[in-house]
């Protein structure tokens, strides 16, 4: 196959290309700050014990965990403004499905890092006197944050991955970007291989600090 590559046809898309890499670290950064807010609200609801809390979000996490992400997108979008009257644009529709995606995963990550603890840090913060909420914010949840750091930056390179799918509802992101380049240029070799090469420089420093943090803890 004799095909002549040439990027020098991009270079007049920079300013499409550096728009979908804003949506898309920016839709990285909200959704993980978002789902792991809420994700520690439901794992904080399940260890709790109270049943009417914790079927609920066991209902909730499993959904998500065990359906793909395409198709949550594709409901939250088409659907659930069927269901609650209220239209949703592609932007607010992709922030909620990655939020709860995220949330469902991050959920069982805090849940097992706060479980791992031993009882008996419990018992000792309970023997002083200690407050549960005292005794989780001082003592068990500072050990159990640096078991959960590794898993938690994985699972946000994971979201990040995630936002690829974005462009399914026209929201601009780096791949719906390139999709309207490919269009206009019909170089499709060198606008995916250029957004691949843009994931890559983002992915992997991400990557790397997970590993020297999983290793640092193993240490």
Known sequence: MDYQWDFSSLWQYRGIFAVGLGY???FTIL?????LLVGTAFAL????????LTIP????TEL??????LVQLVWCYYALPMLIGVSLSPALAAFI??????????????????ASIDMGQWDAGRAIGMRRGTLMGRIILPQAL????????NQSVLQLKNTSLLSVLAVPDLLYQGQLVTSATYRPLETYTLIAALYMAVLFPMTRLAQRIERRRKA
């Open 45 to 52: 609801a399940r260890l709790s014990g109270l049943k009417v």
């Open 57 to 60: 979000i066991m209902i909730v």
């Open 146 to 153: 640096r078991r959960m750091v590794a898993p938690l930056v």
């Open 64 to 69: 998500f965990r065990c359906t793909p992400v």
């Open 31 to 35: 959704t993980v700050i978002s789902g």
């Open 24 to 26: 898309t670290i920016g």
């Open 97 to 114: 499905t990655l939020t709860m995606y995220g949330a469902a995963f991050y959920a069982e990550i805090v849940r097992g890092g706060i």
